[in-house]
């Protein structure tokens, strides 16, 4: 089983800012098969980037993520009020596809 | 648009199952698979198994494998997750989500089902 493990915990940051959010996988995941999701309390996840680099339909281009093999990022260029909410990876690269523990971003 | 709606809560005794339905509405029910994944309170998300709807086809996660049955009636453009021997353990939130095949990432989601498993 691939685990996935977040880096940080938690970030503390202002509107505006820039956010780095680090996932790092225990075995090399296909750039095919990595994604990010937000997720807001009292809602389902929401995918934001598939196949490591590419924006789903409707994300703003403040999001962007990139990596390769084991280590992967995603970035927010600059924070909206909007944004604080917990960020997950997730590996779709092989059986059982696994998620990581997740970053929340929160306000400073 | 594409929805997924799930049925609602549910509160089960340790030992029972629970069976809980995921309505696709905006696209080919039979065109995409759908998969379950549940989150446990302060635990991250857990993938459990994906169902193919046009033939039945299904794969289950190793650590719930004679435990979950993942079905569907493509006539109600319905998935369903059926989990037996529930324990408190169990007590989650439980998600469908469709995968846009050939691509594998969850690009819509239900809004998710509590259950929770009480004495």
């Known amino acids: 089983e691939i685990v996935l493990t977040q880096s940080p915990d938690t970030l503390s940051l202002s509107p505006g800012e820039r956010a780095t959010l680090s996932c790092r996988a225990s075995?090399?995941?296909?750039?095919?098969?990595l994604a990010w999701y937000q997720q807001k309390p009292g809602q389902a996840p929401r995918l934001l980037i598939y196949d490591a680099s590419t924006r789903a339909t409707g994300i703003p281009d403040r999001f962007s993520g990139s990596g390769s093999g084991t280590d992967f990022t995603l970035t927010i260029s600059r924070l909206e009020p909007e944004d604080f909410a917990v960020y997950y990876c997730?590996?779709?690269?092989?059986?059982?596809?696994?998620f990581g523990q997740g970053t929340k971003v929160e306000i400073k | 648009q594409v929805l997924l709606v799930q049925s609602g809560a549910e509160v089960k005794s340790p030992g029972a199952s629970v069976k809980i339905s995921c309505k696709a509405s905006g696209y080919t029910f039979t065109s995409y698979p759908v998969h379950w994944v549940r989150q446990a309170p302060g635990q991250r998300l857990e993938w459990m198994g994906w169902?193919?709807?046009?033939?039945?086809?299904?794969k289950y996660s190793q650590k719930f494998q004679g435990r979950v049955t993942l079905t569907r009636d493509t006539s109600a453009s319905t998935a369903y997750m059926d989990l037996s021997s529930l324990d408190s353990e169990d007590t989650a939130l439980y998600y469908c989500?469709?995968?846009?095949?050939?691509?594998?990432?969850?690009?819509?989601w239900g809004q998710g089902t509590l259950v929770t498993v009480s004495s």
């Open positions: 997730h590996q779709c690269d092989s059986s059982p596809r696994t």
């Open positions: 169902i193919t709807p046009d033939t039945g086809d299904t």
């Open positions: 989500a469709r995968v846009p095949a050939p691509s594998e990432e969850l690009d819509h």
């Open positions: 075995q090399s995941v296909s750039s095919s098969y």
